[in-house]
């Protein structure tokens, strides 16, 4: 089944994601695209970078299903518009914490997420309890290196990753890694590699957005979006200051 | 103590709240002014109002701080930007439905929250497990009434909000009650009345900005804020689109 | 990315499931096999009946891995055999309660799984405490219909299935719908259809294995698989009673 | 609105608080008063200390209705005789942990207790439970300090309470930290200063009774009490041993 | 091996329970002995009659332990003293809610409480989160007869559990019945046929006193007590208005 | 009451566990029996391994009723073949580690579990979810040694068993320890005083299949079994390649 997927990547940054780097994860008769937004932070690092980011992310997400793509997958593991743009839009919204914390669960007893900063920590902890994997969660942890310094020295990026997986295994009980920033994309293979350098193989660490577009592709080849009993189209209403795309489309689902 | 507390309401609409509105339930030594804000929706019924909601009410939370309030209440049971609001200001945010859970949970073994709209269950639901209250939370309940319509028919309110209180109450376990929308404000008193009718006196119905204004009053006798370690004032960085007061206040306490 | 998936049917009943069933489900470049087991159960609907599958179903597992094929697929809601053939093999084994439970739990705020008897449900709800979603489960309903029954008569079945997915909604809360038996195969766009004529359009439905086929292709070409910190392989010893394949391939991962 | 708040401090130990020690943390218009009891420990820092101070503090809750105070505040962390003394009387009880529980967790993340002695740390663990906010109690310590040797060393105190405090914030994850023993009254603004002294600024530390007395202004104002149908009032029955005043009052309500 | 259990009735009430009655339900080896207390209410319905009871139930306790039996069941549901009782001394002290939730728990899916009024039932949902067994409790439901009246009419008694049974299991889930007060006794033959009789064989239905003298046996059989760090033996200290029996014996353990 | 309680050990290796061991534990009216299987694995440390004994172990729980015996406890910590043993049969069927999560769940604060190996440890703590007592679990914690070696060295053992009760009191805040595994019978005494030796006396330990007979005991003598509603007797069905006892009184019940 032919299928569109956008990638929204919620951060007026340019350059820091692309539909090329995305491609090969995606199946054969999947096509990416991608987009950012131009009115938000340059990386989202905080509740108030993520509260700045969702209204143009929201935007680009009801954009992405007036040019029938098939479902949007968001480049932040803040899952920035995911639940108001599941409202607006009837395509699956992909969020990359969510999908990857489910996916996680799944593969081990036990999950930790490494992640940027320290201040990302409890944002990601409420995550699990609103997506409800919880007791799954072993830790949160942070790299304390900041986004748009990720690509700065992949090496110290993954050698801290390494050593964040190893403290979490060992400290916290995990048996599954997530990346925690999308900005990490690229590394799973070298990480997971450190890990059974350090005694600690089979150990799967997952890489979000290419996981975020496996579960988009399956989604769409099943012919499942979100539920509308959770996500109600939103009503019609006076909104001042954000031009967005017309709900027509979603409102007809 | 002398005080002055900012109610920030987050919506469009003019003329839906008013400081006159407000200070009869503040203390003799506190002083209320409110604003709404320019961008955004009408009301909030919905994640996707909400994510519209959010960076206007966080420019105002941030503009209390630098006017030299005391303490801030954001006048939606949506709580729209108090984790961010929280992030980029030092004075207490008073989040009404963080405020109230904790309130009517310690009032009674389980409480319901009657709200506007089908379409909020989720969201406060939500909040609940986030707000670490789940295991008080008996239900959500809705009275199908649009924010905006709340005041046409008075009567027609009160009557819905005892019905869904008796149902909350002898269907789902509650004991205590409260407002899922800052619009009912003004009705607890009738409703404690009808629900005694009714033959469940001793019921408490809480509403949620006067309760709002308590606690914050409470945290600035007491000298208490928002913990730093969870909410870390945010990186300084580029962003575009929105005109935002400067943090500089924030970042010195 | 070419790959194999093998669907084990972990019952003695011919016929039940066959290869060209499933392979309309799977992406283009994925090639279903299919095997049932010749020593267990005429079907399962009992914890007694699931213990008498697991052993040749684990041995099913472990051929599986020696054929070479890059992921299994139980071909039962009790996931019969997942753990200790996880344990045996390094390829993914997916059970498909829990793909699909992390699946539903993606997709709305609750789920309701719908299976064929009474006896099978605190077995699924003892599912969802282990795989970490119970928060998420808002029932487990029973169509009352036997598992070989279940294809008698699909109107009688669709019906049962529409009418038990409406009470999982209304009593109980329910935004999402699981089949509880893999034998209800092919009925998910009829109910899906059902419950739009009954007023719930847009309540996605999920048809276990279709989903639990997308579920084992995306980890195969994620390459990922279950850990191994969990699922430590099992020591060498004696074992007296069953013909199982070698552990080799296993061991040496 | 002015106001009566009667703190019961529930033990026979003269001196150890006092009306003038609280006034200063209440509001302009409210008058505090404080009574010991006659019957029962010197302290109390187990479940059997706390089973003896209950019977007579819930007999001054009873004489404080009846003196027409508005509302009681009880002076120990075990909130002995808070459950007893809602049923039997209509104007509110505040127990200081279940109020300060509650405020710690919408100021941070997770919060910690830091008590007097090892001994109270199962009840207090249980009282979140109960309180329903045990998901946000990150640990509860203790300085090991008993009750009445809190004021002999105010020096040891305070950097006991700051050494346990950092290794509530290291070890457990603390973002808020309450005291677990009302004798510690006075000591937060050393202890805030303490912390950040040693790299965690912006820690909250509550004091029991200043935010218990608070909560109880606050409830007055608001003209709420607890739940009747949480703490019915007890049916009248012969009772040996005890001289209750009578609860004429509380039925009224 | 000969053992000695003291079954100490919590309520000044004479004749409401006899050593006669109890010594059928235990084993060959033990010889019972009951007492009552002098101090305390006629009845136990609320937390304030519970209060009430506890001092002069520790002193039983405390008494038994000096009397040299092996063991102490509390011969009421709201297991008034089993904590403080248990620091005070080393013997095995049962509470039967707490000896009974924990057997109702192994015995099926969910259990429900049968007790005698509405006012008991926030008390008996705490005593299930404190005791570690929230999730496996169906509900607590009443049949309005206080305590005193049990005996008046066993028949109304009989149907009246009968009735709340086949409430607690269609409605609420319930697999195991507990009778929710020690005063029922004797019945839980009748209720089981009941509800036979009902549709509902084989549900199996707890005799609280009976079920907790069981367990009292198996711990002096296996030489197992509390544990001492959970019930630390109290410090000594000053106590005004209690005849307590020495603790000398506790703390030489 | 006479009674007569089957053991089942299951697994193959002869010699392992015998009636004379079990006897001592039992009281006077009981007489114990004991068989193994003969089809399965050598000894059960993993999940591969139970699934494996789970059929031969049904069959002689199966086959212990047919021969009139009272009650059955299976000799493994995996509680391999309760639940499907349940289905089957009416009498009790006692898995150790269900009976003593519950006993140690009484006996204090929190329990953990010293077991043999790591690879048993997820196995244990999802038991602990299911069996709805995970809020009291500290930890499991493997002393590293396997089954078929624990009688090698019981001195080692014992050192290793106190030695990681050590850690889970002071790492994990246990206050009751429980062993993970049958094969570690009688050697409760040992450890409890090498406990206290190194400082921590009055710590429960929980020797499990002593413990389980026990509970098997006062469950014939409560007349009391699982719950049918739970455990529904499974329907008929062609099953091949397991010789199984006739089902037809369990049937009758």
Do not use: W
């Amino acid at each position: 089944m032919q299928k569109r997927i956008r990638v929204v990547t919620p951060i007026i940054t340019e350059g820091f994601s692309s539909a090329e780097e995305f491609q090969p994860f995606a199946g054969p008769e999947t096509q990416i695209s991608q987009v950012g937004i131009t009115r938000g932070p340059a990386s989202i690092e905080s509740e108030f970078d993520e509260a700045l980011a969702v209204p143009d992310t929201v935007a680009q997400i009801m954009q992405a299903e007036r040019d029938g793509v098939d479902a949007v997958v968001i480049d932040c593991m803040g899952d920035p518009g995911m639940k108001p743009g599941r409202e607006a839009v009837s395509i699956p919204v992909i969020g990359p914490a969510e999908a990857t914390y489910h996916l996680a669960a799944l593969l081990g007893h036990r999950f930790s997420v490494v992640t940027v900063l320290e201040s990302c920590i409890p944002m990601m902890e409420n995550q699990a309890k609103v997506y409800g994997v919880a007791d799954k969660l072993a830790s949160v942890r942070a790299v304390n290196i900041p986004v748009l310094e990720l690509e700065d020295d992949r090496e110290r990026l993954v050698n801290a990753l390494v050593e964040e997986s190893v403290q979490a295994i060992e400290q916290d009980g995990a048996h599954v890694i997530i990346f925690g920033c999308t900005g990490m994309i690229g590394c799973a293979g070298e990480v997971q590699r450190g890990l059974a350098a350090r005694g600690y193989g089979g150990i799967p660490v997952i890489d979000p957005v290419p996981a975020a577009i496996k579960i988009a592709e399956a989604l769409v080849d099943l012919g499942l979006s979100h539920s509308r009993r959770t996500y109600m189209p939103p009503r019609a209403k006076r909104i001042e200051g954000y031009d967005l795309p017309s709900r027509e489309a979603a409102v007809a689902r």
